[in-house]
T-cell receptor, first 114, second 110 residues
Framework: DTGVSQDPRHKITKRGQNVTFRCDPISEHNRLYWYRQTLGQGPEFLTYFQNEAQLEKSRLLSDRFSAERPKGSFSTLEIQRTEQGDSAMYLC????????????FGPGTRLTVL | DAKTTQPNSMESNEEEPVHLPCNHSTISGTDYIHWYRQLPSQGPEYVIHGLTSNVNNRMASLAIAEDRKSSTLILHRATLRDAAVYYCILSGVGNEKLTFGTGTRLTIIP
């Protein structure tokens, strides 16, 4: 069990650029979650997958955001035409089965939009 | 989601017990009480959860009031590595997302 990994750990971009983050969940965890955390706040839910199916999306996930999990393993989160308000920590979590309550979080990707 | 209320911050001396309170007066009968913590520059980490009975694990204890409208996370002997933001979260059966508040920032004084 190597834990949830995220790449990159830090990303600095200019406003208007596209960025993509990757999350590798714990092996065989079929549920994968994305959260966003701004300074001084707790994480906020964005979306989650069961295997390759995206089952719920928050209203926070605007049209500029898209998440995929094509083979039911790793996931990507893309932000198009980044805005300064997108600056945040993007956290990924995974969970082994529906009957296990615990979510295991990765270290996050810190995005700074200049 | 039912709301939780936690103090913004608390301080404790190293090697002493810490009691972190959480109020959740609108909790429903099927809501579990979860505690996560977030160390600096890390993602949240599961601490403990329970439904009605008090729970113990290697990290902490969870004391749940009889009416379930409040709970207390107990760290039996705080260390400097316990300095973190602690989140109390309610989650019902089938609810996939965790709804975090702003949590309690715990400072450990050497």
């Amino acid at each position: 069990d190597t834990g949830v990994s995220q790449d990159p750990r830090h990303k600095i971009t200019k406003r208007g650029q596209n960025v993509t983050f990757r999350c590798d969940p714990i092996s065989e965890h079929n549920r994968l979650y994305w959260y966003r955390q701004t300074l001084g706040q707790g994480p906020e839910f964005l979306t989650y997958f069961q295997n390759e199916a995206q089952l719920e999306k928050s209203r926070l996930l605007s049209d500029r955001f898209s998440a995929e999990r094509p083979k039911g393993s790793f996931s990507t989160l893309e932000i198009q035409r980044t805005e300064q308000g997108d600056s945040a920590m993007y956290l990924c979590a995974s969970r082994p089965t529906p009957n296990t309550d615990t979510q295991y979080f990765g270290p996050g990707t810190r995005l700074t939009v200049l | 989601d039912a709301k939780t209320t936690q103090p913004n911050s608390m301080e404790s001396n190293e090697e002493e017990p810490v009691h972190l309170p959480c109020n959740h007066s609108t909790i429903s009968g099927t809501d579990y009480i979860h505690w996560y913590r977030q160390l600096p520059s890390q993602g949240p980490e599961y601490v403990i959860h329970g439904l009605t009975s008090n729970v113990n694990n290697r990290m902490a204890s969870l004391a749940i009031a009889e009416d379930r409208k409040s709970s207390t996370l107990i760290l039996h002997r705080a260390t400097l590595r316990d300095a973190a933001v602690y989140y109390c979260i309610l989650s019902g059966v089938g609810n996939e997302k965790l709804t975090f508040g702003t949590g309690t920032r715990l400072t450990i004084i050497p």
